[in-house]
């Protein structure tokens, strides 16, 4: 789950993590009524959606006067974000912040990641921060830094230090690196995060160091833990089958295919895709109705792949836990409700295989029944085609 940057920020400075006062605003009238509270002389107006590269796409404009605040803000808001994380269809921005400028001194790159090597959290750190930092992760890796922490003891001081000293922090922001490190640490942990980044964190010319840009992104597996997460979620950001799908508990994600896939179990799932893929098809999603499927969730799931792209749909079920009466009587049920209009090819095996099959066969939709997957794959991609 990803949040906005006025909302890590928030996070930010309730764990003591050093940023500047900003205010979200939804117009261009709010956006110089936050202006009015800062007390600045100087403005900046950011973007707020889920995607990087905000400023070089034009999500990013200083302001020094109310006027140029209110200019900034009618220009961002209701503009699509189009770049390399977006994708050609941009992402709108529904709202912005506006904080006080800085003036910066250096910047550098400051983050906790999962390491899936070393199964810890790693500390990534960069003299180098910025827009430019993915350039230079690619460019010139020697001047990344990784700093594993270890799950038992925890982020130690020398280690922060240590990181301090490879990217250039010295003097009396060394021991205010190390208390910010450790405060990011306490988040990442206690809030079960799956990211925490800060890029750029700039050392100001008054000799402080502040993070004016922030990314929290949380381990959903991990969400029942903490509702105070799960409030902060924007649906707006989100795919809205995501969005359903999560509602009833369904593994989905959005592809660029034209197949559409109900499987049970992850790795049968991609094994489908796969197979898919082999025969010269695109998926048009990944689909988990998972080991104990009801016949509510098999209806919400069957619904989610119900889409303008897909043009066939494959349904391949291995019933163990799951019975595969319970898939067919789901199928059934949602295929009438949505009014099915393209192939449905099922590959049905497991448990109550033979109540599933006279199920969808008395059922009355025009159903392709195969016996073993590569032959149920290929016809999928036979009906695209």
């Given at each position: 789950m990803k949040i906005h940057e006025y909302q890590a920020k928030e996070l930010f400075a309730s764990y003591g993590v050093a940023t500047q006062e900003g205010y979200v605003a939804y117009t261009k009238e709010e956006a110089v009524e936050c202006a009015k509270k800062l007390g600045v002389e100087a403005y900046v107006v950011k973007a707020q959606a889920h995607c990087g590269g905000r400023g070089k796409a034009g999500g990013v404009k200083l302001a020094r006067t109310?006027?140029?605040?209110?200019?900034?803000?009618d220009k961002i808001i209701g503009m699509r974000l189009i770049n390399k994380q977006t994708g050609a269809e941009g992402k709108l921005v529904r709202k912005v912040l506006v904080t006080g400028a800085v003036n910066i001194k250096k910047?550098?790159?400051?983050?906790?990641?999962?390491?899936n090597e070393t199964a810890s959290i790693v500390?990534?750190?960069?003299?180098?921060g910025g827009t430019e930092i993915e350039e230079i992760a690619a460019t010139k890796p020697e001047l990344i830094i990784k700093q594993p922490v270890s799950p038992i003891n925890g982020l130690r001081d020398y280690q922060a230090r240590y990181v301090a000293a490879k990217i250039?922090?010295?003097g009396a922001n060394v021991k205010e690196f190390t208390v910010m490190l450790k405060n990011m640490y306490k988040l990442f942990v206690e809030k079960d995060c799956s990211l925490v980044e800060i890029n750029p964190l700039v050392l100001t010319d008054e000799g402080k160091l502040l993070a004016i840009d922030g990314k929290v992104n949380f381990d959903d597996n991990a969400l029942f833990r903490h509702p105070d997460i799960v409030a902060l979620r924007d649906p707006d950001e989100e795919n809205p089958k995501e969005c359903e799908a999560a509602k009833h508990d369904l593994n989905y994600v959005s592809l660029d295919g034209t197949i559409g896939c109900m499987v049970n179990g992850a790795g049968l799932a991609m094994a489908t895709m796969d197979i898919i893929h082999a025969f010269g098809g695109e998926p048009a999603n990944f689909l988990d109705?998972?080991?104990?499927?009801?016949?509510?969730?098999?209806?919400?799931a069957f619904k989610l792949l119900s889409d303008k792209n897909v043009k066939a749909i494959l349904v391949n079920i291995?019933?163990?836990?799951?019975?595969?009466?319970?898939?067919?009587e789901g199928i059934v049920i949602a295929a009438k409700e949505v009014?099915?209009?393209?192939?449905?090819?099922?590959?049905?095996?497991?448990t109550n295989v033979e109540k599933g099959k006279s199920i969808l066969k008395e059922s009355g939709l025009k159903i392709y029944a195969c016996d073993d997957l590569r032959s149920a794959a290929k016809k999928a991609v036979e009906f695209v085609h």
């Open positions: 109310l006027a140029e605040v209110e200019a900034a803000a910047e550098f790159y400051l983050s906790l990641a999962i390491d500390i990534i750190a960069s003299g180098a250039g922090i010295e109705v998972g080991g104990t499927a009801t016949t509510e969730r098999v209806t919400a291995f019933g163990g836990i799951v019975k595969c009466d319970v898939i067919a009014g099915l209009s393209v192939p449905l090819v099922v590959r049905l095996d497991g």
